[in-house]
């Protein structure tokens, strides 16, 4: 594989009498390739470095934070989450957490969600005996005979924790969350128990109203810049699954609008509608005859006319994302059962051309802002660097869309089961969440480390040493 190496000589004497006091480190250096050159950042750049947006995390302890990417600036959105066991025998059965932080589009507003797991007959606000755990050890015994509850509330506050208000409050579990464009509406997909019907609805912040926008599963969806249509993505067995467009109504009380768009999908997670709202991509079935290939398709939205940008053997797994700016496509496709894995594409709508990444078992990629760049997770259980495997099961490259260099940022790493959640669904989490810095220079992850989980800010001309900004399980960096 390429990596970056070009190093100019002012450079490398500017970093060296820059970069002398250190800062705390995962020990990732040796998981670098051994002919790549990586310096410590030292306090002096880390303060004098142009800071690019704000990062909100999950804590260790359940609370949410935002920083910026010095590490300072902390700000504590909550502070009353309490983990304790609900398996744990006693008087009290209560534990509180926090999930789900989620930026607006803008980066101007936080929405977050409260989990709370009550003994009923403490809780005069407890609707039933059901319970929805985040994590495995702390799912009730068969023995235990309190009459154990979930509730849940969604809140939504500026994006340094004032004005928070509540959204919404119940039983249901939100499962995912994501901003329209006007800044105002958070769709939140909800769980109901064990209940494989998933709701998805609309909450407002202006008059805190609750909508349901439609029922089904799986379900994935993607927003249009105008902030009042979708395009969502129901079930996965033909013919029950189905693709629409939902214009939503311009006034309270008014009536939504749903198209079904008469196409035969492929196998793929969510859509996705270009930046500026006036095309969709979606894989579709071949509609020649004899034909069982899988076609990615680009639709224009006024005619429904489309364009077909690659044609690939068999019944394959697709997804695919527009870049940014809406000038590439992005896509994995793989006839693996578990979701498309393999190499990357990157196909440009003005010229036609393609480039394919060396590597063939990618498993997620992201989109930096400036859409010159993609990040990559590779799954490593395939390569022969036996020292990155003995770190951790992924690593993570950047690919340089101008000079067509790929950069191995961090080889071998262990990830917490929130971000394994946000890979493996990433193809929706890149609608409504960033690793990616506003000014496309970092990323951030959470990385274990021996007992702990830290958020590393990554560099990603992959010269500088990943640093830790903080303890926690997820992070994610706002618009601006």
């Known amino acids: 594989m390429l990596l970056k190496k070009q190093f100019q000589f002012v450079f490398i004497l500017l970093s060296f009498s820059l970069f002398l006091s250190g800062c705390e480190q995962l020990p990732l250096d040796a998981a670098i390739k051994a002919d790549s050159v990586q310096l410590e950042e030292s306090d002096f750049t880390i303060r004098v470095t142009p800071k690019s947006g704000r990062i909100t995390f999950l804590g260790e302890d359940g609370n949410i934070y935002t920083l910026n990417q010095a590490g300072t600036e902390i700000k504590a959105i909550t502070n009353d989450a309490n983990r304790a066991s609900i398996s744990q025998s006693g008087n009290s059965a209560n534990a509180l957490n926090y999930l789900l932080p989620t930026w607006s589009t803008n980066g101007q507003k936080l929405a977050f969600a409260q989990y709370a797991v009550i003994d009923e007959s403490k809780k005069d606000f407890a609707q039933k005996p059901s319970y929805i755990p985040i994590r495995q050890n702390e799912r009730p015994s068969q023995q235990d005979s309190r009459n154990l509850v979930s509730s849940f509330t969604i809140y939504a506050s500026d994006g340094d924790g004032s004005n928070q208000q509540e959204l919404w409050s119940g039983t249901a579990r939100p499962i995912y ?212 495997i003995k770190k951790g099961p992924w690593g993570l490259f950047v690919f340089d869309l101008d000079s067509k260099s790929e950069t191995e940022l961090v080889a071998g790493f262990e990830t917490t089961p929130q971000f394994t959640e946000v890979v493996s669904f990433y193809n929706q989490y890149q609608r409504s969440a960033n690793i990616w810095s506003p000014a496309s220079q970092h990323l951030v992850l959470p990385i274990v480390n021996g007992n702990k989980s830290e958020i590393m800010l990554i560099n990603a001309s992959g010269r500088i040493l990943p640093r830790k900004l903080a303890t926690g399980t997820l992070a994610f960096w706002s618009a601006e």
């Open 177 to 388: 969350m994501y901003w329209a464009p006007d800044q105002t509406h958070l769709s939140v997909l909800l769980q109901e128990g064990n209940s494989p019907s998933l709701h998805l609805a609309l909450l407002s912040t202006a008059d805190q109203s609750v909508e349901i926008l439609d029922v089904g599963a799986p379900f994935f969806w993607d927003w249009a810049s105008n902030g009042r249509q979708l395009i969502t993505h129901v079930g996965n067995n033909f013919p029950s699954e189905r693709i629409s467009l939902l214009d939503l109504p311009a006034e309270k009380g008014g009536e939504q609008i749903e198209e079904i768009l008469g196409v035969r999908p492929g196998r793929f997670m969510a859509p996705d509608l270009s930046p500026n709202g006036d095309q969709y991509i979606l894989p579709i079935r071949s509609d020649e005859k004899g034909d069982d290939d899988t076609w990615l398709a680009i639709f224009n939205m006024q005619n429904r006319s489309k364009k077909v940008i690659d044609r690939i053997d068999g019944d394959v797994f697709i997804n695919a994302g527009f870049s940014p700016d809406g000038s590439k496509v992005a896509y994995i496709a793989s006839a693996s059962e578990g979701g498309a894995r393999g190499e990357l594409a990157i196909y440009d709508l003005e010229t036609g051309s393609r480039t394919i990444s060396e590597e063939k078992n990618i498993i997620a990629f992201f989109w930096a802002p400036n859409s010159k760049k993609i990040a990559w997770i590779e799954e490593l259980s395939n390569r022969s660097d036996s020292e990155a």
